[in-house]
Nanobody
Framework: QVQVVESGGGLVQAGGSLRLSCVVS????????MGWFRQAPGKERDFVAH????????YYTDSVKGRFTISRDNAKNTVYLQMNSLKPEDTAVYFC???????????????????WGQGTQVTVSS
């Protein structure tokens, strides 16, 4: 079965950077739209960014535009989220997810993703 494993979270000061990685095994990674979502305590799971199967298309939620970059390496079955200029409000558990759907507005919804990782904690101190 498909397994999704995130890594790279941690504690960082405001203004700092982190790079999250997500490795997918057991499926056809090169065909998946890949997404990053985040969930703060007591909040819903929110869309952060996603990337098309080829890497040619990306989309970000407004609050991270210009600060975060999503990318993928299909040879390594890995998707990345480079996070710069981190803010305390970025603190959350970050989840990686895979979808068989094509990049679209609809794929900003968690319900469109069939495979999820366990999440990695990102904490930004002020």
């Amino acid at each position: 079965q498909v397994q999704v494993v995130e890594s790279g979270g941690g504690l960082v000061q405001a203004g700092g950077s982190l790079r999250l990685s997500c490795v997918v095994s057991g499926g056809t990674f090169h065909t998946y739209t890949m997404g990053w979502f985040r969930q703060a305590p007591g909040k819903e799971r929110d869309f952060v960014a996603h990337i098309s199967w080829s890497g040619g298309g990306t989309y970000y939620t407004d609050s991270v535009k210009g600060r975060f970059t999503i990318s993928r390496d299909n040879a390594k079955n890995t998707v990345y989220l480079q996070m710069n200029s981190l803010k305390p409000e970025d603190t959350a558990v970050y989840f990686c997810a895979a979808s068989s759907g094509l990049l679209s507005i609809a794929l900003r919804s968690p319900s469109k993703y069939g495979y999820w990782g366990q999440g990695t904690q990102v904490t930004v101190s002020s």
